[in-house]
């Protein structure tokens, strides 16, 4: 399996334009975290899929986010309007079912200038 | 909140040296334990897993479970400078999810 995949790697854009980062889990896998990195904050943890339904939302920082899973093989994390404070890594990660370990993708690496 | 704490480092050690990593969670009720490294610049990767109280050895890499004292640490014998790393600690949530601590900084000096 290649493992998690993510597209872009990297993004720059600018304040106000809206982003869309993409991952495909290994194929499966039954849920899907999407989580954002920076040097204050560490990995965190936005959302969580479970066989395509959002589980937690909770971590999502404001309406500007927002996620999809429409299949088990395809996820979307969409930030309209984006600002600089986005700029971070996103990484995607995916479990198998009755696992807790978490494979993660190579990440997106976001500037929003 | 659940929370994982870890001492951000960086933690310096020389080659050849025991690297001893720690990490502390507030859930009592945690069952499932996580260390994942992370290079500069990639993603995180599972180095081990441990459920149980006591050690857990794989090759050079031992993790200690310690519940009464909610106590996670993980220990590299014959530190390589390859193990220049940031390490998660990450506790199981209650839904399929995982709780990751900020991570510490390790350098190892030849």
């Known amino acids: 399996d290649a493992g998690v995949i993510q597209s872009p790697r990297h993004e720059v854009t600018e304040m106000g334009q809206e982003v869309t980062l993409r991952c495909k889990p290994i194929s499966g896998h039954d849920y899907l975290f999407w989580y954002r990195q920076t040097m204050m904050r560490g990995l965190e943890l936005l959302i969580y899929f479970n066989n395509n339904v959002p589980i937690d939302d909770s971590g999502m920082p404001e309406d500007r986010f927002s996620a999809k899973m429409p299949n088990a093989s395809f996820s979307t994390l969409k930030i309209q309007p984006s600002e600089p404070r986005d700029s971070a890594v996103y990484f995607c990660?995916?479990?198998?079912?009755?696992?807790?370990?978490?494979?993660f993708g190579p990440g997106t690496r976001l500037l929003v200038l | 909140q659940k929370e994982v704490e870890q001492n951000s480092g960086p933690l310096s050690v020389p080659e050849g040296a025991i690297a001893s990593l720690n990490c502390t969670y507030s859930?009592?009720?945690?069952?499932?334990f996580f260390w994942y490294r992370q290079y500069s610049g990639k993603s995180p990767e599972l180095i081990m897993f441990?459920?149980?109280?006591g050690d857990k050895e794989d090759g050079r890499f031992t993790a200690q479970l310690n519940k009464a004292s909610q106590y996670v640490s993980l220990l590299i014998r014959d530190s390589q400078p390859s193990d220049s790393a940031t390490y998660l600690c990450a506790v199981g949530g209650s839904q399929g999810n995982l709780i990751f601590g900020k991570g510490t900084k390790l350098s190892v000096k030849p």
């Open positions: 859930d009592r009720g945690s069952q499932s």
């Open positions: 990660a995916s479990t198998p079912r009755d696992q807790e370990t978490q494979y």
């Open positions: 441990i459920y149980s109280n």
